[in-house]
């Protein structure tokens, strides 16, 4: 056995003997040349987050008299109680006189007069006709009371009755309308019905009725109840107003329901808004408005439905005077509750805004319910009225996005679908329009928004979808004028570039490109857009040859290109010699924002060569080449190394092509020098680079002399040994 692997293996070759290369063939060499050409990386944008949560940053293009306030005042002046009435009817101007239930003919007392049921047809039409006449100053509060007042008269008083005192009122008052309809309902046969004509003038708190006068007229209707006889039409005029139909059994359950919510009121709210007032401690405060939203959440009062809601509100107004944020946060959310409209939702949303301020807030914040408020405004209020509030509203919500906890839950809310529904919505106006500007305070929050989800997986996945790219390019388009809102899209873009998936999904919109020249030429002195575009179309043109060739035939895009590049470079050179002169003083931090452009913006270049019809008319450009040869001559690899290495990376693309009129082949000499004293570098990336654009380069005798004539490969053959650690250079 041993002598059998002894025999398989096979006899070393002497150490002094070379291993004989395979020679390479020309289709090889060519081959190997073509692999070296290769798109460059770069990093990542880093956006830095603004030390203090403002509604616009340090950065902002937006004149502060034009655009709504960070900080400000709020206390409760701010609410406006006159905004809680309801929005129906026209406002009636209050009578001078109380009103009185006509009681009978012989005298005039208050007592109200039941009817008795009519004994014959004849009485039927007698009660009939004088219905409107009997009824004539009654409404609605006045049928169901046990006393002809009406319902707006003392009302604050009346809310603050003991609960005892009320419930015996309530109890007479229920006794008297089952008893009035009980005797009404006496009129109705098989085939009548009971109808009530009422005019009902609401004011003061909303939901409740007042009872200013109105109609309330009994009538009988149905072939039965009408009486009269076949073929002759009646005398009796349709009476105006609102017609419902109600029936005993609706009358009693509506009564019910009404009793219901006075009892529930006096028992379970009342005290907490008595508690409200009375006391100071925070704490107490924080606890009785919690326990005032769960009994409203329990009675089924939130929302517009209470018809006691004004004296509510006023109580909760009074407290945001009280500077605490743990308070605000609970008062936000029971004013949220409410739904609150105009002036005051305004008001509650700087509220919410103030709060979310302070990022101290944050754990408070994330264990309450706020944020379910804060997206159902921004889901069901009216954008064009409301675009101040909704802008605070927002502004609050980006402030939660910073929380990973709370950023969590909104994706799992839906709330970039719903972002993404409101940017539809703000794009469907248009710039004529007498919104458009304000509008765009909006939409600088909800990319900024975006943009912090985008750090989700989950919600990258959902802003791939063709739709969500298309909304985005529709804004991009639309409010071009806008750097802020280009801005914090362009951010957004940038971030998920990053990705495949996304950057498949941007690569399909076929005006992305058309539209990212449009803001480079438009904005081409603002670095923090500039540098963001130029990393996106870098992401874009590194995948396939498809982007690259949709970017070339865009109209100007390598003389945009090559504008930006000339504009960058100067002010570098600007920049680099200003800080030189400075004696003494530090040098300039590499790679600065002038020079991180220029890196990301030779990055295109280097990433739109590889393509071969591209690389040949790139080649063949002046302008371009002679760019980057001059970012060889004035930057050496200690200033910006990786704006020298993606120089010279560009260049060896380029010098692959052969081709007439060829820029490099003409300047072939002068970058001969310039990459020599890159051979002479320490740095291995920088002299493999060199040395790659002197193998393109050598095919021609005056290289091949160049190379002979200053010993330069005996150089790199001694850095790349040094580097690699070879013992026998």
């Known amino acids: 056995m041993q002598a059998s692997k002894t025999e398989n293996r096979k006899k070393p070759e002497p150490f002094y003997q070379l291993s004989v290369a395979k020679p390479m063939t020309s289709s090889d060499i060519v081959n190997e040349a073509r692999d070296a050409l290769r798109t460059v990386r770069t990093q990542r944008l880093f956006t830095p987050t603004d030390e203090q949560r403002k509604l616009f940053g340090s950065r902002s293009s937006r004149c502060p008299q034009n655009r709504p306030a960070s900080v400000f005042s709020l206390d409760a002046s701010s609410f406006d109680l006159a905004e809680s009435r309801p929005l129906s009817g026209v406002r009636l101007s209050p009578l001078a006189h109380k009103q009185v239930l006509i009681t009978s003919e012989k005298d005039g007392d208050s007592s109200v007069f039941l009817p008795k049921p009519p004994a014959d047809a004849a009485e039927v039409r007698k009660v009939s006709s004088a219905g409107k006449d009997l009824f004539r100053t009654t409404s609605l509060g006045d049928l169901f009371s046990a006393q002809a007042v009406p319902l707006h008269q003392n009302e604050e008083k009346v809310d603050f009755e003991e609960p005892t005192m009320m419930m015996n009122n309530l109890d007479r008052s229920n006794n008297n309308c089952l008893a009035e309809q009980k005797l009404c309902t006496t009129f109705n046969d098989e085939s009548g ?8 003038t609401r004011s003061g708190s909303e939901d409740s009725v007042e009872g200013t006068p109105g109609k309330f007229s009994l009538q009988l209707r149905g072939e039965s109840n009408q009486m009269k006889e076949p073929g002759k039409k009646s005398s009796q005029p349709k009476s105006p107003g609102w017609k419902r139909r109600v029936t005993g059994l609706k009358d009693e359950r509506r009564i019910n329901q009404w009793e219901e919510e006075d009892f529930f009121w006096h028992i379970k709210i009342l005290p907490i808004l008595r508690e409200l007032e009375k006391k100071d401690n925070i704490e107490d405060l924080c606890l009785a408005c919690t326990k005032l939203y769960q009994a409203l959440n329990e009675g089924n009062m939130l929302g517009k439905r209470c018809k006691r809601r004004r004296v509510l509100l006023k109580t909760l107004y009074k407290l945001v005077d009280i500077e605490s944020d743990p308070l605000s946060l609970k008062l936000a959310k029971i004013i949220l509750a409410m739904k609150v409209d105009g002036r005051n939702l305004l008001s509650v949303c700087k509220l919410a805004f103030k709060i979310c301020r302070n990022k101290e807030n944050d754990f408070i914040i994330q264990n309450d319910t706020l944020l379910d408020y804060l997206l159902e405004v921004l889901r069901n209020e009216d954008l064009q009225e409301n675009s101040e509030a909704l802008a605070y509203c927002m502004g609050a919500i980006k402030f939660m996005s910073g929380n990973a906890v709370l950023l969590n839950e909104m994706v799992n809310k839906g709330a970039v679908e719903m972002l993404l529904q409101l940017m539809k919505q703000i794009n469907n106006i248009k710039e004529h329009d007498t919104y458009f500007s304000n509008l765009g305070h909006l ?3 909800l990319a900024a928004t975006l943009r912090t989800l985008a750090d989700l997986p989950l919600a990258r996945r959902r802003l791939s979808c063709s739709a969500a790219v298309s909304e985005l390019f529709v804004a991009l388009e639309q409010r071009g004028s806008d750097k802020d809102v280009c801005t914090c899209i362009v951010r957004m873009l940038s ?7 996304f950057c498949a999904a941007l690569a399909d919109c076929s005006r992305c490109y058309f539209l990212f020249l449009a803001l480079l030429n438009k904005h081409q002195k603002q670095q923090d857009l500039v540098i963001r575009i130029i990393f996106i179309l870098g992401n874009l ?7 690259r060739e949709q970017f070339f035939k865009e109209k100007e895009s390598i003389n945009t290109l090559t504008s930006l590049f000339q504009t960058y470079y100067e002010l570098d050179l600007n920049a680099q010699t200003w800080y030189r002169g400075r004696k003494g003083k530090k040098h300039l931090q590499h790679p600065s924002e002038v020079e991180d452009v220029l890196i990301k913006l030779i990055r295109v270049l280097a990433n739109l060569s590889i393509h071969p019809s591209i690389g040949a008319a790139l080649a ?7 760019l980057l040869v001059t970012v060889l001559e004035y930057k050496s690899v200690d200033d910006c190394e990786e704006l020298v290495i ?9 010098s692959y092509y052969q081709v007439k009129n060829s820029a490099v082949q003409d300047k072939k000499l002068h970058i001969a020098e310039m990459l020599l004293k890159l051979l002479m570098s320490d740095n291995m990336d920088v002299v493999v680079e060199a040395v790659r654009v002197f193998g393109n380069l050598s095919q021609h005798h005056e290289i091949r002399d160049f190379i002979m004539q200053k010993k330069s490969w005996l150089t790199a053959y001694k850095t790349l040994g040094r580097q690699t650690g070879s013992s026998h250079v």
């Open 193 to 200: 019905q009971l109808i009530c004509n009422e005019h009902i």
């Open 495 to 501: 971030k998920l570039s990053s990705y495949n998936d």
């Open 620 to 626: 063949a450009a002046h302008p371009v080449t002679g």
């Open 541 to 547: 043109t590194a995948k396939n040859d498809q982007s």
């Open 646 to 654: 993606n120089a010279a990376t560009t260049i060896n693309n380029l």
């Open 443 to 445: 939409l600088v929050q």
